[in-house]
């Protein structure tokens, strides 16, 4: 199975909160990310967690990480419609440098 | 501003030429690394470097060479183009922390496609 598994789209309406979630495999993961790409651009880091925290707040971002279930998810509050883009969570594999990237979810904001 | 640049955002290649894409970056990282990004299939990493000179197979190396003779360059390669290497190709590079967060930065990407 894939090292890291998220759903492919999430639809969401302008000012709701929106969940994209992500499950992994890698228990040595020391870091995880969630990366952002838009419409005909390359991906930027949106915020990343250390595996020893369980959660992480960045103004409307909020990522909840549950190591014991291997899953980790982004919240983002009063989503607006420049939100909708692709995003991918990551791993590094086997604690090194080098990441394992999910499937990405897009997501899509309507009015 | 820091960044990486893929010199080329769009080609439009024959099957069987050979196709050079090119990745800079200025932020002098020892890590660059080359994906391909296909419609639901995410970032699939073709080759990675860590210094001058090195280089190591991701898991789609078939088809794919690369070439990092200076530290901010790293080179894709595809000596005989096919129809299945039509896709988004995206560089990325990163710092060597001995600890920390290994965060990549991207460039924008080249799209490819082979007739």
């Known amino acids: 199975g894939e090292d890291v598994e998220q759903s492919l789209f999430l639809s969401v309406r302008e000012g709701d909160s929106s969940v994209i979630n992500c499950t992994y495999t890698?228990?040595?993961?020391?870091?995880l990310y969630w990366y952002k790409q838009e419409p005909g651009a390359g991906l930027q880091l949106l915020t990343y967690?250390?595996?020893?925290?369980d959660m992480k707040q960045d103004q409307r971002l909020t990522v909840l990480l549950n190591k014991k279930d291997k899953h980790l998810s982004l919240r983002i509050a009063d989503t607006q419609t420049g939100d909708s883009a692709i995003y991918f969570c990551?791993?590094?594999?086997?604690?090194?440098?080098?990441?394992?990237f999910g499937r990405g979810t897009s997501l899509i904001v309507h009015p | 501003d820091v960044k990486v640049t893929q010199s080329s955002r769009y080609l439009v290649k024959r099957t069987g030429e050979k196709v050079f894409l090119e990745c800079v970056q200025d932020?002098?990282?020892?890590?660059m690394f080359w994906y391909r990004q296909d419609p639901g299939l995410g970032l699939r990493l073709i080759y990675f470097?860590?210094?001058?000179?090195?280089?190591e197979k991701g898991d789609i190396p078939e088809g794919y060479s690369v070439s990092r003779e200076k530290k901010e360059r790293f080179s894709l390669i595809l000596e005989s183009a096919s129809t299945n290497q039509t896709s988004m190709y995206l560089c990325?590079?990163?710092?060597?922390?001995?600890?920390?967060?290994?965060?990549?930065?991207f460039g924008a990407g080249s799209r490819l496609t082979v007739l």
């Open positions: 990325a590079s990163s710092p060597r922390g001995l600890s920390g967060a290994n965060v990549l930065t």
């Open positions: 890698d228990s040595s993961s020391t870091y």
């Open positions: 967690i250390f595996s020893n925290m």
């Open positions: 990551a791993e590094d594999r086997g604690g090194s440098y080098i990441p394992t």
């Open positions: 932020m002098d990282h020892e890590n």
């Open positions: 470097s860590y210094d001058v000179k090195m280089k």
